[in-house]
């Protein structure tokens, strides 16, 4: 168990559609980030946030947004969902290592599956 | 950010040892290796980080050269449940320049044992 909780685990949902998918963070990890796997393909960073702020962008659409809260959990938005939004959406988060100087390790969660029918 | 390289595929026996080698030539001084695993539809699982030399856990030893360029994941006696894709990732998470954030996994290594 990463510590990284996502909700809900999976989700069909039809085209056009919008949909919010949750992310709660390892306890006292600041940094969250959003990946997007398609079927047989890679990790696709979509976007990063750190303490409430967005830190880096990736490729994400301009169909899908995220925000970070004060408690630090985070919500990605999917809207007008096409066919190809279906994936595995992944949130990790950052942790500070204790044994060194700079050096963090990401922890994943177990993702959300989103299909789209 | 540093750009990394490793092979696609790689195949072994039960009990054999597997070493992943991935190739970053131009990792900068703040950048850390890190390897995760990952099994079908489930999220990436970190293994193991470095920085420099050799460093070793319950589950694998990472190996790197002193000009950094490279590292090598070993693996060893492997299992059928080793089965997997490692990827092997460069950055500065969560530092000064937190460069992670924009860095794109690769294809990653699938790693396949056979009995």
């Known amino acids: 168990d990463s510590g990284v909780t996502q909700t809900p685990k999976h989700l069909i949902t039809a085209t056009g559609q919008r949909v919010t998918l949750r992310c709660s963070p390892r306890?006292?990890?600041?940094?969250v980030y959003w990946y997007q796997q398609s079927l047989d393909q890679g990790l696709q960073f979509l976007i990063q946030?750190?303490?409430?702020?967005?830190?880096a962008k990736g490729n994400i659409l301009e169909r899908f947004s995220a925000q970070q809260f004060p408690d630090l959990h985070s919500e990605l938005n999917l809207s007008s969902l096409e066919l190809g939004d279906s994936a595995l959406y992944f949130c990790a988060s950052s942790v500070r290592r204790t044994d060194s100087p700079f050096g963090n390790t990401i922890y994943f969660g177990e993702g959300s599956w989103l299909t789209v029918v | 950010l540093a750009k990394t390289t490793q092979p696609i595929s790689m195949d072994s026996y039960e009990g054999q040892e597997v070493n992943i080698t991935c190739s970053h030539n131009n990792i900068a001084t703040n950048d850390y290796i890190t390897w995760y695993q990952q099994f079908p539809s489930q999220g990436p699982r970190f293994i193991i980080q470095g920085y420099k030399t050799k460093v070793t856990n319950e589950v694998a030893s990472l190996f790197i050269p002193a000009d950094r360029k490279s590292s090598t994941l070993s693996l060893p006696r492997v299992s059928l449940s080793d089965t997997a894709v490692y990827y092997c990732l460069v950055g500065d998470i969560g530092g000064a320049t937190d460069s992670w954030g924009k860095f794109q996994f690769g294809a990653g290594t699938q790693v396949v044992v056979t009995p």
């Open positions: 946030y750190y303490n409430g702020e967005e830190r």
């Open positions: 306890s006292g990890d600041l940094s």
